[in-house]
C-alpha cells in the first residue's frame, strides 16, 4: 500500500512539475506593457548564408573551366531571402551588386592555373564561398582555329533623328550611333564598304526597299546585321512592337514598320547569321526563352557552322531615351575588342550589367521566334 502512494505521490509531482515547465516556457512568450499581458514575437535567428549562382561561363561540375584568353568575365547572381546581402568579394576586392543581386567581373588570367574565390556575407554575418580555377592556355585549340569563312558581311543600318510628325520629337543620336557602328565594322571587322547599307532618318519604303534588295543579294554562306536606333512602341496589350520611321504619323500606325514584318524579312533573306540589333522596342514574345551563358569549351566553328537568327535589343520599352547606354557600350566593347572571333552572345554578356548599371533597362538577347534559328550564332571577325 506505501508503495502504491509512493508510486502515485511521483506521478503527481510530475504532472506539477510539467506544468511549471509549460508555464516558465509560455511567460518567455508574453511580455507586460501598462499591466496588459502581450504575445511577443519569437525571434528565430538567421544562420542559413547566402547562395550564389553562376550564370557565365558555365563551369564544369567540378567547378573547373579551360580558357583560350586571357581575360574572363564571370557574370553570376547573389541571393538571400531572410536578412538581405551585406557585401560580396572577388578575389578579396570588395565588390557592389546591382539591385537584383547580379554581379559581374572582368579578371585577367595568367597563363596556367587561376585560383577565383567569391564570398557573399548577409546582414547576420552569415557567408558563403565558391571557389573557381580557370586554366588558361594561350595556344588556340584545333576546334577554334583556324575559323572556315565562306561568306560575306552584310549590314543595314539605320538612325533616324528627325520625324516629320511634330507630335514625334527629333532625336540627337541616333544617326551618329549609327555613322560610329558602320565605322567601327568596315574598319575593325569583316565588312566590306559595298556591302553596308547606311539609312539616315528613313521612311517606311526605305526600310522596306533595303530589305528587298538584301534578299536578292544575300546567299546561304552570307552574315547579316541589321541595326535600328530611332523612335520606337510597343503594344502590351496586343504584344506587338513597332519601329517608328521618319514618314511615322503618332495618330495612326500605316506608315508604322512592324516587328512582325521584319520578322516576315528576316525569314525570307537565306542567310547562314542574321542578327538583329535595335535600340528600340522589341517585345519580349518574340524571343525564344534563353538564358544568357555561353558555353565556354563550345567551338567557335561549331557556332558558325549552325545557321542563327539572333536579336538583342535595349529592353521593352514604349520610348527609347535618346542618348542610350545600350548602343555606347555596345559599341565600346566591339572597339576594346581583342579576340579574332566573337560571339554575338559573347558581345552582349561583356556588356549587359554595364547597361543595366547605368541606365534604366534591361537589355535582352536571345533566338528570334520561327525564322529558322538552328543553334548558331553569328561571330564578328576582327581583320587583324
Known amino acids: 500500500m506505501k508503495g502504491i502512494s509512493l508510486i502515485l505521490l511521483v506521478f503527481i509531482c510530475s504532472i506539477h512539475l510539467s506544468k511549471a515547465q509549460e508555464t516558465i516556457k509560455s511567460e518567455k512568450l508574453w511580455i507586460h506593457v501598462n499591466n496588459l ?77 587561376n585560383k577565383i574565390k567569391i564570398i557573399a556575407v548577409d546582414n547576420e554575418d552569415n557567408y558563403a564561398e565558391k571557389n573557381l580555377v580557370v586554366h588558361y592556355r594561350s595556344e588556340p585549340s584545333p576546334l577554334t582555329s583556324p575559323l572556315n569563312i565562306t561568306g560575306k558581311y552584310y549590314a543595314l543600318l539605320i538612325g533616324i533623328n528627325e520625324y516629320q510628325d ?35 532618318n528613313a521612311k517606311r519604303a526605305d526600310i522596306g526597299i533595303a530589305l528587298d534588295n538584301l534578299s536578292k543579294q544575300i546567299t ?28 511615322a504619323k503618332i495618330s495612326y500606325k500605316t ?12 525569314r525570307e533573306i537565306n542567310s547562314k547569321h542574321t542578327l538583329l540589333i535595335t535600340d528600340a522596342c522589341f517585345g519580349g514574345s518574340i524571343f525564344k526563352t534563353r538564358s544568357v551563358s555561353m558555353e565556354a569549351t563550345k567551338a567557335i566553328q561549331m557556332l558558325y557552322d549552325l545557321p542563327s537568327r ?40 561583356s556588356f549587359r550589367i554595364a547597361v543595366i548599371n547605368n541606365s534604366d533597362v534591361i537589355p535582352q538577347y536571345g533566338e528570334i521566334k520561327n525564322v529558322g534559328d538552328e543553334g548558331g550564332d553569328f561571330i564578328f571577325i576582327r581583320r587583324n
Request: with cysteine; aromatic share 10%.
Open 37 to 113: 499581458r502581450i504575445a511577443a514575437p519569437v525571434v528565430i535567428p538567421d544562420t542559413t548564408p547566402p547562395t550564389i549562382k553562376l550564370i557565365s561561363p558555365v563551369f564544369a561540375t567540378d567547378d573547373k573551366l579551360e580558357c583560350i584568353t586571357p581575360e574572363i568575365d564571370i557574370l553570376g547572381k547573389i541571393s538571400d531571402d531572410k536578412s538581405g546581402i551585406n557585401r560580396i568579394f572577388i578575389n578579396m576586392q570588395k565588390f557592389e551588386l546591382t539591385a537584383d543581386g547580379l554581379f559581374m567581373q572582368r579578371l585577367a588570367l595568367v597563363k596556367g592555373e
Open 166 to 200: 511634330p507630335q514625334l520629337n527629333n532625336l540627337n543620336y541616333p544617326v551618329r550611333d549609327a555613322e560610329t557602328l558602320y565605322h567601327v565594322m568596315v574598319s575593325d571587322y569583316l565588312f566590306d564598304d559595298e556591302n553596308i547599307v547606311l539609312l539616315k
Open 220 to 247: 546561304p554562306e552570307d552574315n547579316l546585321l541589321i541595326f535600328y536606333a530611332g523612335h520606337g512602341w510597343w503594344d502590351q496589350k496586343a504584344d506587338i512592337g513597332y519601329w517608328l520611321p521618319a514618314d
Open 255 to 266: 506608315e508604322w514598320f512592324r516587328n512582325s514584318t521584319l520578322c516576315d524579312y528576316i
Open 310 to 349: 539572333k536579336a538583342m535589343t535595349s529592353g521593352t520599352l514604349s520610348e527609347v531615351p535618346d542618348k542610350s547606354s545600350f548602343i555606347k557600350f555596345l559599341i565600346e566593347r566591339l572597339e576594346e575588342n581583342k579576340e579574332k572571333c566573337l560571339s554575338s552572345e559573347q558581345l552582349f554578356s
